[in-house]
């Protein structure tokens, strides 16, 4: 009993001096993985002070500072890691309006890779670390407090010289002290009311369309009798060409296709966009690119489903063609498919594919090209076709990485079963992120051999294809935080639709370099429809 009694004093003094440094480090911690690291916490945090006095004053003031303070710490830290994680995958922070869906997005993604009682398990241990936070939040705060005021003046002695010297310090210009902590607090703050501004200024303007309620007349005329595809290729970015350990293999893969399909009698020109997002969310970069409003957030795209503003899709089916969609990753219902104006989407569901999944991806890109075509380009009396496809073989979790079979023995797509059995699980491809690095690389260059063997196959005088990354992948996967940049490549037979397109300036061949204009995703339809149109739409500059 005496031995008990005579440790207490110093495990009390042990958890108050964690306390202290659990206070420090709340205050501290980055929002970016790549910051952290020893000298982000040679640092000195002007809010320990400030909470230290709050916590000093007396009675019930006392007590309800330490309640308010908790929700805010708690906030503040729960923030920091939601940071932490979308810099990573989006490169940006969180956003509390936008990003409000993330969770069930994060969940589909999950029961992809690691399957449902994974991705469930997960939930909870997010549910659980949040009440953890907050109730650790909160013990800390209590402990500090009774520490404090146990030497009530020397405590705000003390307190008060370390933050006018903080101060001092900071008003001087020195680094190492500030207060970021609320600083970012008050950033989610500002961002979250210039969030819900710009939903409603975006839902002002978004029917300021001057394509609205025009007719068909003389839309696309310089295409007529041409099947136009827009292809939108999963995490293709612009790291892929530039950065280790991706650019020499991939660069080589474009040059090879490029030779390809030059000696095949094709013509192409390339540039890059700039997407609306980094790391999925990918209808945001397929209704930036075919509506030509921004769309960086999900209410924005909300407003825009429900807006007048034409798609490139309607406008091609108000000028006589048909409209179809390939959407191998639409698995549920999509009730927003009809704004964009198709005569008739292909999903999971009714694509004809009897093959086994590549365990996220529904089925191969190979797939998609090949029943596409089987269905849309095959018969002899048609009207030409537009169509919008989404491939998805390069989308994570890239194992296993699929490869190109004879196009006659495609079928129905149980010749891929084979594949789709083979190679190493996402759980043992995400152990590692070289790993990681590998299979994605391997699965891009599976996108363009397939694209280039399609164009062999089937290409002719009357296809026209448009093929654009919808964004890049994660930031932790290509090194690259900053660029929101994807290749964007025309290719036709017939030398005239590159003759169209001779004021964009775009690159000869598959390769853009550093001087290759940069478009962002937006302008890229009423581009299109400009070089494409007799009809000009006023005001272009």
Known sequence: MVSTLRYRPAVHRLFTVVAFLGLFVALTLPNRLAWIGPQAFFFLPLEFMVIGLLLLLPGRAGDLSRWVLTLLLGLAILLRGSDLVTHEIFARPFNLVFDSHLLADGSRLLTGVLGDLAAVGV????ALAALLLSGLAYLMLRRIQGALRAAPRSSAAVLTALLLGG?????????RTGTFAWDQLV???QDTIASIR???EFAEVVNDDVWANR???GLFSRLQGKDVYIVFAESYGRALLEREPFADSVRATLTQAQATLEADGAHMRSAFLTAPTVGGLSWLAHASALSGAWIDSETRYESLVISRRATLNRLFRDAGWRTVAAMPAISLAWPEGRYYGYDHIYDAHNFGYQGLPFNWVTMPDQYVWSALHARERAAQDRRPVMAELALISSHAPWT???EVVPWEEV?????????????PSPEEVWQDVDS????????????????VSYVQEYGDEDLVILVLGDHPAAPFITGDSESRQVPVHLIAHDPSVIDAIADWQWQPGLLPDGDAPIWRMDRLRDRFIDAFSVTRREGLQ
């Open 215 to 217: 007719s068909g007349d």
């Open 400 to 402: 296993p990485v699929a």
């Open 187 to 189: 950033l989610h703050g």
């Open 123 to 126: 939930g909870v241990l997010l």
């Open 167 to 175: 101060m001092f310090l900071n008003s001087s210009g020195w680094p």
């Open 198 to 200: 710009d939903i409603r």
């Open 411 to 423: 079928g129905d797509g149980r010749i891929f079963n084979d594949q789709a059995e083979a190679g």
């Open 436 to 451: 990681i690095r590998e299979h994605y690389r391997q699965s891009i260059e599976y996108m363009l051999k397939t694209l």
